[in-house]
């Protein structure tokens, strides 16, 4: 079984920095990707960021230039630096995993979620 550990959330003010990290442990034979979502309240779950193995990185318009994924291959980690912080971009966030196991079998999973606020 294959399990994310998210931490690294919390309150900052804006305009402040916050880094996020997420261990991924278990039977994992390859990783496809990693990455980040988001969700706040009454909205759909969106991509922060992504990074595929051997790809480009990918993030959406609202936190280009602020927010840099990066990852540790080393450490099944994955984390998501987030700079310049806005009082819109409070959410909780997601890691997802999109993997292989040792049995041949493509998965993906979710972390718990940490949540991130923004005071203005």
């Known amino acids: 079984q294959v399990q994310l550990v998210e931490s690294g959330g919390g309150l900052v003010q804006a305009g402040g920095s916050l880094r996020l990290s997420c261990a991924a442990s278990g039977s994992i034979f390859s990783i496809n990707a990693m990455g980040w979502y988001r969700q706040s309240p009454g909205k759909q779950r969106e991509l922060v960021a992504a990074m595929p193995t051997g790809g480009s990185t990918n993030y959406p318009d609202s936190v280009k230039g602020r927010f840099t994924i990066s990852r540790d291959n080393a450490k099944n980690t994955v984390y998501l630096q987030m700079n310049s912080l806005k009082p819109e971009d409070t959410a909780v966030y997601y890691c997802?995993?999109?993997?292989?196991?040792?049995?041949?079998?493509?998965?993906?999973?979710w972390g718990q979620g940490t949540q991130v606020t923004v005071s203005s």
């Open positions: 997802n995993l999109d993997y292989y196991s040792d049995a041949g079998r493509r998965g993906q999973t």
